[in-house]
């Protein structure tokens, strides 16, 4: 029996033999309808500690709310946060997982970090979002660190050594330096986390391979690797109390408000940030001294997943923003800008100056809209100006139903900077009675120039059971300047949709867009008309019309158009669908349009698909066609073949892709992948890359290692990239650790070479831990136009010869090679030995050190010193000396190895064990 979506009334007639009623009984049942929409159930807060997952509840409902035993696949992003779930297509964006019978649940992992995220579900049912606030973990609580600095007591009394004052050599010693992580409570329910670090490592990104799986430990246990107090300084303090808090370090400035669509500038800066916050209202400040700049590079899809060259010269470490953007292929807006989480979906290298992707970035989507990547990032040229970066927001909510907002940001740069921007905006959001939502928004911006202009936004939206509803209108002035944002300068748009279900079988759905733009005075208007019936179970028609009219300083030009549609699922075939599109012009030049689609999934993994635009004028021209098949062979093997034609092209491009993820066995895994594009007509766009990369682990769990290697060919030249590091215990005494890696691109008639490796080993007798042996190597190599080799060493041993006595040694060394095309040479040699003991007295509260120090250098410059040192340790953990140094000599280029005459020295260790004089301090 059909029952109709909502209330139905079944009744039971009892009757005799005479057809007298006897008996009535009366059942009510509530069937749900059509799938209309999908529900996200998850809690609004959650902890910040990624060991405890948060359930996110995804349902299927119908248009009245009600849920809807509807399988299907959805697609799993989020922000910040990670999903613990086996994505069962990974070559495309997201994470995709099944929905079955209309209900499925799904782990998330809390990133580190608290804060807000947003959490997208999408699926062939609809779009859901839904917001979660990831409060601080207070069972957390750490504390761990060393301070240590110098004073001089010579010359200018109480002045802090100058940096590299203490040793020269390295430059790794500043006059106070430290390392300190404190995450924990204080004061009630307050969360304090603070990291210092003197010393940061500006070669880093060189030699950090960033990808998803590193982090997560390298044995199978069941921690979790994240980040926290991020920071591009040395210092990031941020204190926490439920949904507010206030932090320096690395702030990310952007709107909180969904509302805020045209003032939607985004930075990323190191700063202060603040945030308070209740149930009606939140308030966010921030500001920041920077001498940064916004850069938005946006590249065309090629069907393949990469690499694509990304100029990162200057790149702030963390600040980048990755979106798959799709573009009417008409006038150029954006459709739809998806997100990308690095290390999940993309990754970034340095290294090279590349990205690379996940999945295959199309060319143009289903309905032949071009496809881009658009990659927006902070710079910092060497030598810019720096100048403050401020603003704040506000949001308030009136009722339940309305709430009320603004935001200003200030990028103060001096007038023609490119990096001066500012943007005022506000808004006013109200949920009607009907459950309609109204948006009004407006801003105003001033560009590099100081040019301002104004844009103003007003939306609605309705959804009920049987009807849908939306509007929007957007104005900006012609010197409207927001980067990267919803609407184009200069123009005018309005957007009008509504649909409605006439019955269980058909609907019908009404459309028009008008957009003037105003700068290239030309206005465009569509307006098109579909009603939809399901002809049979498995057959829906279409049929409608669509009237459009353009207008330029050239003339103007209006269409007129019958469309017909079909969509078809063979009864037979449950996994293959076949969609047919008919546009035949009633007036107008424009030519008759045929669309036709087949997708099908013969088995599990396996996906054949064929899409085709063709006109028909004088002759019949394929305009747009996308067809081919993706499979999985089994566990480890996936391909893929693709030929894509666009529109305006005359050519097809072929791309092709096998992919192997092959665990050998426990302890290796093997992977590799092939792509291969190329214009089958013209046979030019050639580009072919090759990469395999394996990971191992000896099964006694002393050695781990893992090897890369990369090739593109490509018309203009080659790209060659190839990685290797291994680390392990080659006897119980000793370790060693080595990494290289090799960069050559051979584009564009230019050779440029650049190699890293570094190599180390550390030396410790288990059954004589008295002595210690420390020892690395490292060779750099950058050729392009100019060519610059460094060799660096070093050598460190500490042995006891009692419980009291202790020896130390080094050796170290430079060597460095600049060479020019010209023919230009020159090489210098910078060498460095040093020695010293110390000797602990008086229960070891008391100690003694002697320090000698030879520098020399290639060109017959050379330094020496000697320093006497005299400590005292109170307590346990602190370190206070007095010391005196003596230094005659100078290597040129080289700061002095001492500061002479006397000096204060303290060292601090810091540990958990503090944590009960720092809450007497704090009285809690």
């Given at each position: 029996?059909?029952?109709?979506?909502?209330?139905?009334?079944?009744?039971?007639?009892?009757?005799?033999?005479?057809?007298?009623?006897?008996?009535?009984?009366?059942?009510?049942?509530?069937?749900?309808?059509?799938?209309?929409?999908?529900?996200?159930?998850?809690?609004?807060?959650?902890?910040?500690?990624?060991?405890?997952?948060?359930?996110?509840?995804?349902?299927?409902?119908?248009?009245?709310?009600?849920?809807?035993?509807?399988?299907?696949?959805?697609?799993?992003?989020?922000?910040?946060?990670?999903?613990?779930?086996?994505?069962?297509?990974?070559?495309?964006?997201?994470?995709?997982?099944?929905?079955?019978?209309?209900?499925?649940?799904?782990?998330?992992?809390?990133?580190?970090?608290?804060?807000?995220?947003?959490?997208?579900?999408?699926?062939?049912?609809?779009?859901?979002?839904?917001?979660?606030?990831?409060?601080?973990?207070?069972?957390?609580?750490?504390?761990?660190?060393?301070?240590?600095?110098?004073?001089?007591?010579?010359?200018?009394?109480?002045?802090?050594?100058?940096?590299?004052?203490?040793?020269?050599?390295?430059?790794?010693?500043?006059?106070?330096?430290?390392?300190?992580?404190?995450?924990?409570?204080?004061?009630?329910?307050?969360?304090?986390?603070?990291?210092?670090?003197?010393?940061?490592?500006?070669?880093?990104?060189?030699?950090?391979?960033?990808?998803?799986?590193?982090?997560?430990?390298?044995?199978?246990?069941?921690?979790?690797?994240?980040?926290?107090?991020?920071?591009?300084?040395?210092?990031?303090?941020?204190?926490?109390?439920?949904?507010?808090?206030?932090?320096?370090?690395?702030?990310?400035?952007?709107?909180?408000?969904?509302?805020?669509?045209?003032?939607?500038?985004?930075?990323?800066?190191?700063?202060?940030?603040?945030?308070?916050?209740?149930?009606?209202?939140?308030?966010?400040?921030?500001?920041?001294?920077?001498?940064?700049?916004?850069?938005?590079?946006?590249?065309?899809?090629?069907?393949?997943?990469?690499?694509?060259?990304?100029?990162?010269?200057?790149?702030?470490?963390?600040?980048?923003?990755?979106?798959?953007?799709?573009?009417?292929?008409?006038?150029?807006?954006?459709?739809?800008?998806?997100?990308?989480?690095?290390?999940?979906?993309?990754?970034?290298?340095?290294?090279?100056?590349?990205?690379?992707?996940?999945?295959?970035?199309?060319?143009?989507?289903?309905?032949?809209?071009?496809?881009?990547?658009?990659?927006?990032?902070?710079?910092?040229?060497?030598?810019?100006?720096?100048?403050?970066?401020?603003?704040?927001?506000?949001?308030?909510?009136?009722?339940?139903?309305?709430?009320?907002?603004?935001?200003?940001?200030?990028?103060?740069?001096?007038?023609?900077?490119?990096?001066?921007?500012?943007?005022?905006?506000?808004?006013?959001?109200?949920?009607?009675?009907?459950?309609?939502?109204?948006?009004?928004?407006?801003?105003?911006?001033?560009?590099?120039?100081?040019?301002?202009?104004?844009?103003?936004?007003?939306?609605?939206?309705?959804?009920?059971?049987?009807?849908?509803?939306?509007?929007?209108?957007?104005?900006?002035?012609?010197?409207?300047?927001?980067?990267?944002?919803?609407?184009?300068?200069?123009?005018?748009?309005?957007?009008?949709?509504?649909?409605?279900?006439?019955?269980?079988?058909?609907?019908?759905?009404?459309?028009?867009?008008?957009?003037?733009?105003?700068?290239?005075?030309?206005?465009?208007?569509?307006?098109?008309?579909?009603?939809?019936?399901?002809?049979?179970?498995?057959?829906?028609?279409?049929?409608?019309?669509?009237?459009?009219?353009?207008?330029?300083?050239?003339?103007?030009?209006?269409?007129?158009?019958?469309?017909?549609?079909?969509?078809?699922?063979?009864?037979?075939?449950?996994?293959?669908?076949?969609?047919?599109?008919?546009?035949?012009?009633?007036?107008?030049?424009?030519?008759?349009?045929?669309?036709?689609?087949?997708?099908?999934?013969?088995?599990?993994?396996?996906?054949?698909?064929?899409?085709?635009?063709?006109?028909?004028?004088?002759?019949?021209?394929?305009?747009?066609?996308?067809?081919?098949?993706?499979?999985?062979?089994?566990?480890?093997?996936?391909?893929?073949?693709?030929m894509t034609k666009a529109s305006g092209t005359s050519d097809t491009t072929m791309v092709q892709g096998l992919s192997?993820?092959?665990?050998?066995?426990?302890?290796?895994?093997?992977?590799?992948?092939?792509?291969?594009?190329?214009?089958?007509?013209?046979?030019?766009?050639?580009?072919?890359?090759?990469?395999?990369?394996?990971?191992?682990?000896?099964?006694?769990?002393?050695?781990?290692?893992?090897?890369?290697?990369?090739?593109?060919?490509?018309?203009?030249?080659?790209?060659?990239?190839?990685?290797?590091?291994?680390?392990?215990?080659?006897?119980?005494?000793?370790?060693?650790?080595?990494?290289?890696?090799?960069?050559?691109?051979?584009?564009?008639?230019?050779?440029?070479?650049?190699?890293?490796?570094?190599?180390?080993?550390?030396?410790?007798?288990?059954?004589?831990?008295?002595?210690?042996?420390?020892?690395?190597?490292?060779?750099?190599?950058?050729?392009?136009?100019?060519?610059?080799?460094?060799?660096?060493?070093?050598?460190?041993?500490?042995?006891?010869?009692?419980?009291?006595l202790r020896i130390n040694g080094k050796y170290a060394g430079q060597y460095q090679k600049i060479g020019t095309n010209?023919?230009?040479?020159?090489?210098?040699?910078?060498?460095?030995?040093?020695?010293?003991?110390?000797?602990?007295?008086?229960?070891?509260?008391?100690?003694?050190?002697?320090?000698?120090?030879?520098?020399?250098?290639?060109?017959?410059?050379?330094?020496?010193?000697?320093?006497?040192?005299?400590?005292?340790?109170?307590?346990?953990?602190?370190?206070?000396?007095?010391?005196?140094?003596?230094?005659?000599?100078?290597?040129?280029?080289?700061?002095?190895?001492?500061?002479?005459?006397?000096?204060?020295?303290?060292?601090?260790?810091?540990?958990?064990?503090?944590?009960?004089?720092?809450?007497?301090?704090?009285?809690?």
């Open positions: 029996m059909k029952l109709a979506s909502g209330e139905n009334v079944l009744t039971l007639v009892g009757r005799d033999g005479f057809g007298i009623e006897r008996v009535r009984k009366e059942l009510r049942l509530t069937a749900p309808g059509k799938p209309a929409r999908i529900e996200i159930l998850m809690p609004e807060t959650a902890s910040a500690n990624p060991a405890s997952v948060v359930p996110v509840v995804v349902r299927v409902l119908d248009a009245g709310g009600r849920p809807v035993p509807a399988s299907g696949t959805v697609t799993l992003a989020a922000r910040r946060s990670l999903w613990d779930v086996t994505d069962i297509r990974s070559s495309a964006p997201g994470v995709q997982a099944y929905l079955d019978n209309g209900e499925a649940t799904f782990n998330l992992i809390p990133p580190q970090a608290s804060g807000p995220d947003l959490i997208t579900v999408r699926s062939s049912f609809g779009e859901a979002e839904a917001r979660v606030t990831f409060t601080p973990d207070l069972n957390e609580r750490v504390l761990i660190g060393v301070i240590e600095g110098a004073v001089s007591l010579s010359g200018d009394a109480g002045n802090v050594i100058e940096e590299d004052r203490i040793s020269a050599f390295e430059d790794t010693t500043t006059g106070i330096r430290g390392e300190l992580y404190l995450k924990g409570v204080i004061r009630g329910d307050a969360l304090l986390t603070l990291r210092y670090s003197s010393d940061r490592d500006t070669e880093d990104s060189l030699f950090r391979d960033i990808r998803g799986e590193e982090y997560y430990p390298v044995y199978g246990d069941s921690s979790e690797r994240g980040a926290d107090a991020q920071s591009s300084s040395n210092l990031f303090v941020k204190v926490e109390k439920g949904r507010s808090y206030v932090l320096y370090g690395d702030i990310a400035i952007a709107p909180e408000a969904s509302a805020l669509k045209l003032g939607g500038l985004q930075r990323v800066a190191t700063g202060a940030k603040g945030h308070w916050e209740n149930d009606r209202v939140s308030v966010t400040v921030f500001a920041a001294r920077t001498a940064q700049e916004q850069q938005i590079q946006e590249i065309r899809g090629r069907g393949v997943s990469g690499p694509y060259d990304l100029d990162l010269s200057g790149y702030v470490q963390g600040s980048e923003r990755v979106e798959i953007l799709v573009r009417d292929e008409d006038g150029g807006d954006i459709l739809s800008a998806t997100p990308l989480l690095r290390g999940t979906d993309y990754l970034l290298d340095f290294f090279r100056n590349t990205i690379t992707f996940d999945s295959p970035v199309r060319q143009f989507d289903l309905d032949g809209n071009p496809v881009s990547i658009r990659v927006t990032y902070e710079v910092e040229a060497e030598g810019a100006e720096a100048y403050w970066l401020y603003g704040g927001e506000v949001n308030y909510a009136l009722s339940e139903r309305t709430s009320v907002g603004a935001r200003a940001v200030h990028a103060d740069a001096p007038l023609g900077n490119a990096a001066r921007q500012r943007m005022h905006s506000a808004y006013l959001q109200h949920e009607d009675r009907q459950g309609g939502l109204w948006e009004a928004e407006v801003a105003r911006s001033e560009n590099a120039m100081g040019d301002k202009d104004n844009a103003a936004r007003l939306s609605y939206e309705l959804k009920t059971e049987t009807r849908h509803f939306a509007f929007e209108a957007i104005h900006t002035g012609r010197d409207f300047y927001a980067q990267g944002g919803l609407a184009r300068p200069g123009t005018t748009q309005i957007r009008l949709s509504y649909g409605e279900e006439i019955d269980r079988r058909s609907d019908i759905a009404f459309g028009a867009e008008y957009t003037r733009d105003r700068i290239n005075d030309s206005t465009r208007l569509t307006v098109d008309a579909i009603y939809s019936r399901h002809l049979s179970k498995t057959l829906r028609g279409e049929i409608g019309l669509e009237y459009s009219r353009d207008r330029t300083a050239s003339g103007s030009e209006t269409d007129t158009a019958l469309i017909l549609g079909a969509h078809w699922t063979p009864a037979a075939r449950p996994g293959t669908v076949i969609e047919a599109k008919l546009r035949a012009p009633l007036s107008g030049d424009a030519p008759t349009e045929l669309t036709l689609g087949l997708y099908d999934e013969p088995k599990n993994g396996w996906r054949v698909y064929n899409e085709i635009e063709l006109q028909f004028g004088s002759d019949a021209l394929v305009t747009r066609a996308a067809y081919g098949f993706t499979y999985t062979m089994n566990e480890w093997v996936t391909g893929r073949t693709e192997v993820d092959w665990d050998i066995n426990e302890s290796t895994n093997l992977r590799a992948d092939l792509e291969h594009s190329r214009n089958l007509e013209t046979n030019d766009g050639e580009l072919t890359s090759f990469a395999i990369g394996t990971s191992w682990e000896s099964a006694d769990g002393d050695w781990v290692g893992d090897a890369e290697l990369e090739t593109t060919w490509e018309e203009s030249g080659q790209t060659h990239y190839a990685s290797f590091g291994i680390a392990g215990n080659v006897t119980p005494d000793l370790t060693v650790l080595a990494r290289s890696r090799a960069a050559l691109d051979r584009r564009e008639g230019e050779d440029s070479r650049r190699m890293r490796t570094r190599i180390g080993a550390a030396y410790r007798p288990k059954d004589n831990a008295r002595l210690d042996v420390l020892a690395w190597y490292e060779h750099r190599l950058e050729e392009k136009h100019t060519s610059t080799e460094t060799h660096l060493w070093s050598v460190d041993a500490n042995y006891e010869i009692d419980a009291d010209a023919g230009a040479r020159a090489n210098t040699t910078t060498q460095l030995i040093q020695g010293g003991l110390n000797y602990e007295f008086g229960d070891d509260r008391f100690q003694l050190g002697l320090n000698a120090t030879y520098l020399w250098d290639s060109e017959g410059n050379s330094s020496n010193g000697i320093g006497a040192e005299f400590g005292f340790t109170p307590r346990e953990g602190v370190l206070l000396a007095l010391g005196y140094n003596k230094a005659r000599g100078r290597v040129a280029g080289q700061s002095s190895l001492y500061d002479e005459g006397f000096y204060f020295r303290f060292n601090l260790l810091l540990d958990n064990s503090l944590w009960t004089q720092f809450d007497q301090f704090l009285g809690s």
